[in-house]
């Protein structure tokens, strides 16, 4: 029987099939929240580099999830009851993701990186990394079953960023002088390609002779440099990968938006409400829709 219940009634009916002839079907999910963004730095002689963002949260059931946790189940929706989605954008630097959600699951946005000027990381669905002056007293935090921790940075001064948090992993610690690396993210293959979600931004640095604060998995912003050259922190790319932006410089890149992906049989045909923008394709025999942006509404017939 596939994942979804046998596509041919057996001679002697079975449970899933059963639920299946009640009127539900069964869905996979990847919900992602947006990144949060990179913190700013300052550029005098003793000022110190912004944290990483933190990636969205991620919730998943077809393979993996954020936040170390094992995966969840399938949502069982009615044919025809229609459903809310709404896609997070990133923030912008110095700003917090924004939720993404799906039926009764949702992600909460990353939080934004330390400001070498004095404002402390953010949590989220995971943790913005501390500015590189050590401010904050606590670690921020990512949300359990979602996320991971942002980076911590030397107290002293001038110092690197901390890298925000990943989906998959925590931010790295700042050097003395240069950025932490973004936390990892989460791999998935719902679309049918294996891509990684939820990559961390990398923190801030102190001077272009410094090691420089990766990006999560390839796809968090990277940290600029917030001496000589004072360069911003990149913001996360590729879209809708949910990760966060590299810590300044001066200012902190935007974290990428986030995703909603949905799986089911092929037997099904979805409607997107008008608030929503997103495409299906088919892998074997099942349907991905990707939504990339909006709110709104979806069902299945």
Do not use: C, H
């Not at 919900?31 to 944290?51: E, K, W």
């Not at 912008?92 to 959600?101: C, L």
């Not at 590189?132 to 921020?140: D, P, Q, R, S, V």
């Amino acid at each position: 029987m596939s994942r979804y219940g046998s596509r041919t009634r057996p001679s002697t009916a079975v449970s899933e099939w059963g639920k299946q002839d009640s009127g539900g079907i069964f869905v996979d999910f990847l919900v992602l929240a947006g990144g949060g963004g990179g913190g700013s730095g300052t550029s005098a002689n003793t000022a110190d580099a912004g944290g990483g963002g933190g990636a969205g949260g991620l919730r998943g059931s077809f393979d993996n999830t954020g936040g170390g946790s094992s995966k969840e189940n399938a949502r069982k929706v009615p044919i025809g009851e229609k459903r809310f989605v709404v896609v997070g954008a990133g923030g912008s630097g110095n700003g917090n993701g924004n939720q993404s959600g799906f039926d009764a699951i949702f992600s909460t946005g990353g939080g934004s990186g330390g400001r070498g000027s004095g404002t402390a990381a953010a949590s989220g669905g995971s943790g913005g990394g501390r500015a590189g002056n050590g401010i904050g007293t606590f670690t921020a935090t990512g949300t359990a079953n979602e996320g991971f921790a942002g980076g911590t940075s030397n107290s002293s001064q001038p110092t690197g960023g901390g890298g925000g948090g990943g989906a998959g992993g925590v931010g790295g610690v700042g050097p003395t002088l240069g950025g932490g690396a973004g936390g990892v993210g989460v791999s998935s293959s719902i679309t049918g390609s294996a891509l990684f979600y939820g990559g961390g931004g990398g923190g801030g640095r102190r001077d272009n002779g410094d090691n420089l604060g990766l990006g999560g998995s390839s796809i968090g912003g990277n940290g600029g440099t917030n001496f000589n050259t004072n360069t911003n922190g990149s913001s996360a790319s590729p879209a809708n990968r949910g990760s966060g932006g590299g810590g300044g410089g001066t200012s902190g890149g935007s974290g990428s938006s986030g995703v909603v992906i949905l799986r089911y049989s092929d037997a099904y045909t979805i409607t997107l409400g008008s608030g929503l923008t997103g495409s299906t394709t088919t892998t074997g025999t099942s349907k991905v829709t990707t939504i990339t942006a909006g709110s709104g509404l979806v069902s299945w017939a």
